[in-house]
T-cell receptor, first 118, second 116 residues
Framework: NAGVMQNPRHLVRRRGQEARLRCSPMKGHSHVYWYRQLPEEGLKFMVYLQKENIIDESGMPKERFSAEFPKEGPSILRIQQVVRGDSAAYFC????????????????FGAGSRLTVL | AQKITQTQPGMFVQEKEAVTLDCTYDTSDPSYGLFWYKQPSSGEMIFLIYQGSYDQQNATEGRYSLNFQKARKSANLVISASQLGDSAMYFCAMREVGSSASKIIFGSGTRLSIRP
């Protein structure tokens, strides 16, 4: 029963290039969340998606960043024209479908993708 | 708006002692959940413990317990009999239960170092 799978684990890009980060949620989970963590800081919420729907993108920068979670395949976080300030660890987390509104909907995290922009 | 505050950037504790990591929160939603996660140096995020706002008793999971004081809006994590492997970053987090799977927000974290 594989956990949340993220790849690549490490990605190096030059300024102006594109970065694509992939996340496969746990089996049976249809909610995906993306977080960004700068060095020595906490996790900042970016976006919450369900299959084929963006539910909450209040934490996404207005430009260059996009996310999708297609019907088939992993969720993708895409960063266009990367800049040095995009260097961070990007974590994906998933939670199961149909959890009641009790709040006890624990997020299971992947190991993270560490983006370095040269 | 929801907010999580962790006021201890770093702590040093002697092995086998108990340690309390502070967390306060702010929300206008009467229904919410509180979480603690551990992030060791390897970087992964490990779920430790959960407390619901309507839970009558403080949550416990092995050596972890959550000191939930609702009126003070605090949710401190207590680790009993600390071990060297407890050295890590610890994050407090909260979800407002407006929908079944709304986002979780995190505090800035506390770096715990256990001395042998």
């Amino acid at each position: 029963n594989a956990g949340v799978m993220q790849n690549p684990r490490h990605l190096v890009r030059r300024r102006g290039q594109e970065a694509r980060l992939r996340c496969s949620p746990m089996k049976g989970h249809s909610h995906v969340y993306w977080y960004r963590q700068l060095p020595e800081e906490g996790l900042k919420f970016m976006v919450y998606l369900q299959k084929e729907n963006i539910i909450d993108e209040s934490g996404m920068p207005k430009e260059r960043f996009s996310a999708e979670f297609p019907k088939e395949g992993p969720s993708i976080l895409r960063i266009q024209q990367v800049v040095r300030g995009d260097s961070a660890a990007y974590f994906c987390a998933s939670s199961p479908l149909g959890t009641s509104g009790t709040g006890a909907n624990v997020l299971t995290f992947g190991a993270g993708s560490r983006l370095t922009v040269l | 708006a929801q907010k999580i505050t962790q006021t201890q950037p770093g702590m040093f504790v002697q092995e086998k002692e108990a340690v309390t990591l502070d967390c306060t929160y702010d929300t206008s939603d009467p229904s919410y959940g509180l979480f603690w996660y551990k992030q060791p140096s390897s970087g992964e995020m490990i779920f430790l413990i959960y407390q619901g706002s309507y839970d009558q008793q403080n949550a416990t999971e092995g050596r972890y317990s959550l000191n939930f004081q609702k009126a003070r809006k605090s949710a401190n994590l207590v680790i009993s009999a600390s071990q060297l492997g407890d050295s890590a970053m610890y994050f407090c987090a909260m979800r407002e239960v407006g929908s079944s799977a709304s986002k979780i927000i995190f505090g800035s974290g506390t770096r715990l170092s256990i001395r042998p």
